[in-house]
């Protein structure tokens, strides 16, 4: 077969799935055949992680049967704290949650049992633990102490009550859990591609999912929203917005929060958390913010070769400010995209083993050919001479 390039991969099918549905030009995405907006009213984190992972909606029995699995995955083992502990206070969430995800693998015998049924259990404990550890992270790294999982709360109740000692109002708790259930899976997104990269070569899952959290954290996927709350915080009132953005175009830099590679139209998980957002904001005083939000989508649809471009407000763009709402630091937004999507990256992975082949695309080649090796000594002399190197003090091994 004659080989295309296609830089970004963009019109390549690299996987087939049964787990979402996307249409790019009419807005539509859906988790197994069930649309977003009715998941995102109606549905919840844990049964719509059932649903990504087993193709239909639980029975009650079922559903209660696997939020007691999940919640009986909160806590993780006591060593894993002396590994937070090992991450300097001033790391950046997401590459402690990267560290963390990974470490997880050391306290779990079955890390490397590739069967179906341990694979499975490893993604309850992945999608279990990955708030708990976020939660972990950002206790120590303020210098407060950890807090015990409560195994009787939901997934996002529950990480609200270990960030912040306090238990979730109900809407605070269904605010998160709408914000995770919108998040869950999306396609062959860059993330869930790396997770689906990484087991096709029979790595273990806790090798994929450290894989998809780096993969994540970028700012052209995960990392907007946190990149949206950090436009907001810099433009600071609603009677700046116009000068900013318009600077921001003029110079033809990117509006965070706007455009997406497969959705041409406005993202149908932006269309039900524009008007969540802004409930979510009127409860908690956040308001101002909201109509922020709401100016910059004026002005950035009224540009029109940004239409023609296809760019509407993506899922960041009103998440941001419902997990600003919530309490949550910045830089803590990105690591909920990462909680949520655990689920999707999860299931990719099971579902890529079951008919696996190893993904391996070709590079186009663009250096010379055949050049004559040179000996080292007939390469000339180096511009600047060095010293021997010797481990710095902080680096040493030595006792
Ligand atoms: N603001 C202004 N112009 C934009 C934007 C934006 N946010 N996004 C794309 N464009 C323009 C871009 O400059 C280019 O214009 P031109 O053709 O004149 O050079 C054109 O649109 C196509 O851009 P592209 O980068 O080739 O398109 P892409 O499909 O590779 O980009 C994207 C997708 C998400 C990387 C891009 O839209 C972007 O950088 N958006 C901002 C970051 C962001 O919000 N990311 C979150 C995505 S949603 C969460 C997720 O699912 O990961």
Redesign the pocket.
């Known amino acids: 077969m004659p080989l295309i390039v296609d830089k970004?991969l963009?019109n390549t099918i690299a996987a087939e799935t049964t787990l979402s549905f996307i249409d790019g030009v009419k807005g539509v995405l859906e988790y197994v055949g069930y649309d977003i907006d009715s998941l995102a009213r109606y549905s919840t984190f844990e049964e719509t992680t059932w649903l990504l992972w087993h193709g239909h909606l639980p029975t009650a029995q079922e559903l209660s049967a696997f939020t007691r699995q999940l919640q009986s995955e909160y806590c993780v083992d006591r060593r894993l704290l002396d590994v937070v502990r090992a991450i300097p206070r001033t790391a950046a969430p997401m590459d402690a949650l990267r560290t963390l995800v990974s470490a997880l693998a050391h306290f779990d015998t079955e890390a490397d049992d590739p069967s179906l049924a341990a694979n499975e259990r490893k993604s309850i404990r992945l999608v279990a633990k990955t708030a708990t550890l976020v939660a972990l992270f950002d206790r120590y790294r303020k210098g407060k102490s950890f807090i015990e999982p409560d195994c009787s709360l939901s997934l996002a109740a529950n990480f609200l009550w270990m960030l912040t000692g306090a238990k979730p109002t109900a809407p605070m708790a269904r605010a998160l859990d709408v914000c995770l259930v919108l998040h869950a899976d999306?396609g062959l997104?860059?993330?869930t591609f790396a997770a689906r990269v990484t087991i096709s070569t029979q790595s273990d899952m806790y090798s994929a999912a450290t894989t998809a959290v780096g993969t994540?954290k970028g700012?052209?996927?995960?990392?907007?929203?946190q990149?949206?709350m950090e436009m907001l915080v810099e433009i600071g009132d609603i009677s700046k917005v116009d000068g900013y953005i318009a600077s921001k175009?003029a110079r033809?830099?990117?509006?965070?929060?706007?455009?997406?590679?497969?959705y041409k139209a406005y993202?149908p998980r932006a269309t039900y958390l524009k008007t969540f957002a802004k409930q979510v904001a009127a409860d908690t005083g956040n308001l101002p913010l909201y109509e922020m939000t709401r100016r910059i989508e004026e002005i950035?649809l009224a540009q029109p070769?940004?239409v023609e471009?296809g760019?509407f407000p993506?899922?960041?763009?009103y998440s941001a400010t419902t997990y600003y709402a919530l309490g949550l630091d910045l830089d803590l937004f990105t690591c909920m995209?990462a909680a949520s999507r655990m689920a999707g990256w999860t299931g990719h992975c099971i579902e890529q083993l079951a008919a696996n082949k190893l993904i391996r695309p070709h590079a186009d080649y663009r250096g010379p050919h055949g050049l004559t090796y040179q000996p080292l000594d007939q390469r000339g002399v180096p511009e600047t001479s060095s010293t021997s190197p010797s481990c710095s003090a902080a680096m040493s091994v030595t006792a």
Do not use: T, Y
Request: proline letters at 3%; hydrophobic letters at 40%; zero cysteines.
């Open positions: 970004g963009g999306h997104n860059a993330s994540l700012p052209l996927h995960g990392g907007a929203n990149e949206v175009l033809k830099e990117r509006i965070m929060g706007f455009g997406h590679r497969v993202d950035v070769n940004i471009k760019i993506n899922v960041d763009f995209f």
